[in-house]
């Protein structure tokens, strides 16, 4: 009888209207406000047109090639039509910010209103997140294309939504940094920080230093071959990202953390002498010479040169575990380099460690403690450096899941898909309050990932977790409901052909 109802019900289907199985709400990061409407949902037809005009057309093509491998329709890019379309309007649109976002399903179709091209941008991946699941395939699958009805206002918490991707332990390609960037955009990330300089190689071509890409980018943990990005490959990364609504932040860690660079140029060392190239995974060993004027000159080029095809804001200068710099030699080195990245028109962030140096309240210190209490970072938020929070125990996609996990590290703790989740920026750290954070980052470390399918079992399922507190409204959280919007992302990956770590937290659709 079961099996005859299934399929009476699955034969009636095409003669009911248009009904979507999703809900509105349904969506990660979960939005701040969603009002269905279940007698207006839209069927997207061979029919449907996309309407966009100057400003709005980067990203309707974007929604185009995101919607044309799967259904197969044409959806012509076009400056004005009559319905059935979906239409993308940069134009004054109340309540939502410089990110934000409203959208409103009828049957005659959908509209997507924002302040900016960002905002639009974020209301493409909550529209893509609408449709069934099997709108990520790659070739073309009959479904029936339904959005459900109703409308959304929708802005985040967080300005600053990051995810770090450590290309010095292992380096990525361009392409394998590429889908990456594909990936976190869907959550509405907007930042990726690229780790791109540490004892075990320099990632990034500087005219000026040609030996640090060429002989310290030779190699990576476990003594790989290694690799780098010429500036013009960098670009295109940045341009990649941009084409993403997401801004590069580049890395290059100092003093410490710094043996690939004293590898590649002796006079850089105190000694004057050149260590050897370093695969193993060790912290702490590394410094440059503060004493030395030519350390100075080094970095002024190094800034220089990054800061010229960085069209982002921040440059990110590490400052984290300089076990081998002395307190006072840290704190000289960071007043000599923090005027260099201003000189060079750009803001700082750093490791929190980077407090200690007094930062110009524009820097962003990045917190990346275990414990609810630091001091320092709390007096540097008192100060008025806005404070992005990336909790190891809770933010770092490169712990473990468990003790079976067969990749990460787990010097933070195991970090289950709850876990990642269950925290508050806002309490992060004792003394640091909602508006003293410019918002989140979701670090992933390689020392022990080699492939996009290790960056992507790490990450997923926790980086959409990251993204959603630092999108959604603090009332929103609950493990629960979020569990369940989790799961149903799962059909999604498979299409994407993302190789998530099925956590038993979650009953995965
Ligand atoms: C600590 S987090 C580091 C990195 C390691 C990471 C591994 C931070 C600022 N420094 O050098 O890769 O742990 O989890």
Redesign the pocket.
């Known amino acids: 009888f079961g099996a005859a109802l299934l399929t009476l019900t699955a034969f009636a289907q095409p003669a009911v209207a248009a009904q979507s199985t999703k809900q509105l709400a349904d969506v990660i990061p979960v939005p701040v406000q969603a009002k269905p409407d279940p007698r207006a949902d839209f069927r997207l037809t061979p029919a449907t047109v996309i309407v966009a005009d100057r400003d709005a057309r980067q990203v309707a093509d974007y929604l185009g090639g995101l919607l044309r491998p799967a259904t197969g329709y044409p959806l012509p890019v076009v400056p004005f039509a009559v319905s059935p379309k979906i239409e993308l309007d940069v134009t004054r649109t109340a309540q939502v910010g410089d990110q934000g976002y409203r959208l409103d399903v009828t049957r005659r179709g959908v509209t997507i209103r924002a302040n900016t091209t960002d905002g639009l941008f974020a209301g493409v991946q909550t529209l893509r997140q609408l449709l069934p699941a099997t709108i990520e395939a790659k070739t073309v699958r009959h479904s029936r294309w339904v959005v459900p009805g109703g409308s959304i206002t929708d802005y985040p918490r967080f300005g600053y939504r990051g995810a770090m991707l ?1 290309v010095a ?1 292992h380096f990525f390609t361009p392409d394998q940094v590429k889908l990456y960037i594909d990936q976190i955009s869907q959550y509405k990330i907007n930042t990726l920080h690229l780790h791109l300089a ?1 004892d075990q190689g320099w990632r990034i071509e500087i005219k000026s230093w040609p030996n640090l890409a060429r002989y310290g980018g030779s190699t990576e943990v476990g003594g790989g071959p290694g690799g780098y990005y010429t500036q013009a490959q960098y670009k295109d990364i940045v341009a990649y990202a941009a084409s993403r609504h997401i801004t590069v932040v580049p890395e290059v860690d100092m003093p410490g ?1 710094t043996n690939a660079a004293l590898a590649s140029y002796p006079e850089l060392n105190c000694d004057g002498v050149a260590p050897p190239l370093y695969t193993g995974i060790e ?1 702490g060993f590394s410094s440059y010479c503060v004493d030395k004027d030519i350390t100075y000159k080094f970095l002024d080029d190094v800034i220089r040169e990054l800061a010229a095809i960085t069209p982002g804001r921040y440059l990110h200068i590490g400052g ?2 300089a076990h081998s710099t002395a307190e006072a030699d840290y704190l000289k080195f960071e007043g000599k380099v923090l005027p260099i990245v201003a000189k060079y028109g750009k803001l700082a962030e750093g ?1 929190n460690e980077i407090v200690k140096a007094n930062p110009p309240l524009t820097a962003i210190p990045q917190f ?1 403690g275990i414990n609810g209490q630091d001091d320092a970072t709390a007096a540097a938020a008192a100060r008025g450096n806005k404070i992005l929070m990336s909790p ?1 125990n809770k933010a ?1 996609l ?1 712990m473990k899941y468990n003790p079976d996990s067969p990749l990460g ?1 787990h ?2 703790g195991y970090v289950e898909v709850r876990d990642a989740y269950d925290w508050d920026p806002a309490t992060t750290v004792q003394g640091v309050s909602e508006q003293q954070v410019a918002g989140v980052e979701a ?1 992933l ?1 390689s ?1 022990t990932l080699i492939n996009n399918d290790a960056i992507e079992f790490m990450a997923f399922p926790r980086l959409p977790g990251i993204a959603e507190i630092g999108w959604s409204p603090r009332s929103t959280h609950d493990w629960n409901t979020y569990r369940e919007r989790l799961a149903d992302q799962a059909p999604r990956w498979v299409q994407e052909g993302i190789d998530f770590y099925r956590s038993s937290q979650v009953d995965w659709k």
Request: aromatic content about 28%; cysteine-free; charged content about 40%.
């Open positions: 450590d332990r540490d953390h912290v984290d575990e490791w990346w190891a770092y490169d590290l010097w933070a670090p470390w020392e």
